[in-house]
């Protein structure tokens, strides 16, 4: 199938085009829905690569009843042997003559981020050394990933600072053409920042006393139709450090939603965007003395209730069980009051159990003067239900399915007390 002429290489701000149609297929198919794949000789729609999304838009034909057809083009992708397929919801039949629109908005806003991927690309190698190892044009963000440890924040200012002077500037934004072994030169004497492994003509992107990189994909004009680059965040990866950024509209969008939610915190704190800051670490302050506040209360009253607990329960053979169930308490709490039940008197151990939908978690704890391990004890109750845990000799825990509750309680309680009949035994024997 010969190669598709791609109109947008020469023309990124192609909007139409005319072109036939060189061959259709049957993508994917359900009872619902069919998805098509066709190919033109022409086509101004650009596919998948480099980090770039692909465009959208829509094909229109006559049907040989003079109908007009109008068909959206929802995805399209270049396979290995240099096909676009435009992917569509109805087929066209082969030397079909079509007219297509790209979604310009789309469009242009692809144009903006990888022209502004470029140009940043470009200054954080200039300044601080850092080459580009990858580039993702995400729906509302875009990234790279740049060599190198994670840059300080003056280093970030600077290029954020440079980059937009650059765009302010208006440079030209033109493309060229080279052969294999002039663009090895190019990149040989450091005018080339980057080339594929490809053969053939290279396309060449530059800006004007900035940078020069083989690329494919579609851009603006000049650096000034970027607009303006906006430095979102910055973190650690395995390659080295991810930048995510901005431009143009995005920025604009990016803005108008931080000072939305700016606005409604300033308005929930009842403080000034100025303010803020001071506010809200005082909030976080307040916060944790609260919070150490509410658990001594939690340990106070977990004391007191497992001491409660505890009297309710007579020492039988040397052993005071404790069981109970709670359907209306999160699992923290019971835990603690099972560790402070347990503590609450000698001789005492604490089977707690917290039921939770169709789950239970169940905690097993001894007061320090009995000899047995709540982690053994527990693992091997679970083994026989064909299960795994275990835990501490002084407290274990471990959730099982509902049904599983009364088994489990059986099997644990059993062990318990022949433990403790056990230790009472031998220590008689001394």
């Given at each position: 199938?010969?190669?598709?002429?791609?109109?947008?290489?020469?023309?990124?701000?192609?909007?139409?085009?005319?072109?036939?149609?060189?061959?259709?297929?049957?993508?994917?198919?359900?009872?619902?829905?069919?998805?098509?794949?066709?190919?033109?000789?022409?086509?101004?729609?650009?596919?998948?690569?480099?980090?770039?999304?692909?465009?959208?838009?829509?094909?229109?034909?006559i049907s040989p009843s003079g109908a007009m057809r109008e068909i959206p083009v929802e995805q399209v992708e270049e396979n290995e042997e240099g096909t676009v397929w435009h992917f569509v919801r109805e087929p066209l039949a082969t030397g079909t003559r079509v007219?297509?629109?790209?979604?310009?908005?789309?469009?242009?806003?692809?144009?903006?981020?990888?022209?502004?991927?470029?140009?940043?690309?470009?200054?954080?190698?200039?300044?601080?050394?850092?080459?580009?190892?990858?580039?993702?044009?995400?729906?509302?963000?875009?990234?790279?990933?740049?060599?190198?440890?994670?840059?300080?924040?003056?280093?970030?200012?600077?290029?954020?600072?440079?980059?937009?002077?650059?765009?302010?500037?208006?440079?030209?934004?033109?493309?060229?053409?080279?052969?294999?072994?002039?663009?090895?030169?190019?990149?040989?004497?450091?005018?080339?920042?980057?080339?594929?492994?490809?053969?053939?003509?290279?396309?060449?992107?530059?800006?004007?006393?900035?940078?020069?990189?083989?690329?494919?994909?579609?851009?603006?004009?000049?650096?000034?139709?970027?607009?303006?680059?906006?430095?979102?965040?910055?973190?650690?990866?395995?390659?080295?450090?991810?930048?995510?950024?901005?431009?143009?509209?995005?920025?604009?969008?990016?803005?108008?939603?931080?000072?939305?939610?700016?606005?409604?915190?300033?308005?929930?704190?009842?403080?000034?965007?100025?303010?803020?800051?001071?506010?809200?670490?005082?909030?976080?302050?307040?916060?944790?003395?609260?919070?150490?506040?509410?658990?001594?209360?939690?340990?106070?009253?977990?004391?007191?209730?497992?001491?409660?607990?505890?009297?309710?329960?007579?020492?039988?053979?040397?052993?005071?069980?404790?069981?109970?169930?709670?359907?209306?308490?999160?699992?923290?709490?019971?835990?603690?009051?099972?560790?402070?039940?347990?503590?609450?008197?000698?001789?005492?151990?604490?089977?707690?159990?917290?039921?939770?939908?169709?789950?239970?978690?169940?905690?097993?704890?001894?007061?320090?003067?009995?000899?047995?391990?709540?982690?053994?004890?527990?693992?091997?109750?679970?083994?026989?239900?064909?299960?795994?845990?275990?835990?501490?000799?002084?407290?274990?825990?471990?959730?099982?399915?509902?049904?599983?509750?009364?088994?489990?309680?059986?099997?644990?309680?059993?062990?318990?007390?022949?433990?403790?009949?056990?230790?009472?035994?031998?220590?008689?024997?001394?």
């Amino acid at each position: 199938m010969p190669t598709p002429e791609r109109l947008y290489y020469s023309d990124s701000f192609l909007r139409t085009f005319s072109g036939a149609v060189t061959d259709v297929r049957e993508f994917t198919h359900s009872k619902s829905d069919t998805i098509w794949q066709v190919s033109l000789d022409h086509t101004v729609f650009y596919p998948t690569s480099g980090g770039q999304p692909f465009d959208t838009g829509t094909l229109r034909a006559i049907s040989p009843s003079g109908a007009m057809r109008e068909i959206p083009v929802e995805q399209v992708e270049e396979n290995e042997e240099g096909t676009v397929w435009h992917f569509v919801r109805e087929p066209l039949a082969t030397g079909t003559r079509v007219e297509g629109q790209i979604n310009w908005d789309r469009r242009f806003d692809h144009m903006q981020q990888h022209t502004g991927q470029h140009l940043l690309s470009a200054v954080f190698l200039r300044e601080l050394q850092m080459p580009t190892v990858s580039f993702h044009l995400g729906e509302s963000n875009s990234t790279i990933d740049i060599a190198g440890g994670l840059p300080a924040h003056t280093g970030l200012e600077r290029v954020e600072r440079i980059a937009n002077e650059i765009i302010f500037e208006n440079r030209p934004v033109t493309i060229s053409y080279a052969r294999r072994d002039e663009a090895e030169a190019m990149q040989a004497a450091g005018d080339l920042r980057k080339l594929p492994d490809r053969q053939g003509t290279i396309r060449l992107i530059e800006i004007a006393n900035c940078d020069r990189n083989a690329c494919g994909g579609t851009h603006v004009r000049s650096t000034g139709q970027i607009g303006v680059l906006l430095l979102r965040g910055v973190e650690k990866v395995s390659r080295g450090v991810r930048i995510e950024f901005v431009c143009g509209f995005r920025v604009v969008r990016a803005a108008r939603a931080d000072y939305s939610i700016l606005r409604k915190t300033t308005a929930l704190l009842s403080t000034g965007a100025t303010d803020l800051p001071e506010t809200v670490g005082r909030l976080l302050t307040e916060a944790k003395t609260s919070e150490k506040e509410r658990q001594k209360l939690r340990e106070e009253v977990a004391e007191f209730q497992g001491a409660a607990l505890a009297r309710e329960v007579p020492i039988d053979n040397g052993l005071r069980l404790v069981v109970r169930e709670w359907k209306d308490r999160d699992r923290d709490s019971v835990r603690l009051l099972a560790s402070r039940t347990a503590a609450a008197a000698p001789g005492t151990a604490v089977i707690f159990c917290a039921k939770e939908g169709n789950t239970v978690r169940m905690f097993v704890a001894r007061s320090s003067d009995l000899d047995f391990h709540c982690g053994q004890i527990v693992r091997e109750a679970l083994v026989q239900l064909g299960l795994r845990g275990g835990g501490s000799p002084d407290l274990a825990q471990r959730e099982v399915p509902a049904e599983l509750e009364s088994t489990l309680l059986a099997s644990v309680t059993s062990a318990i007390r022949s433990a403790v009949a056990l230790s009472h035994r031998a220590g008689g024997n001394l």
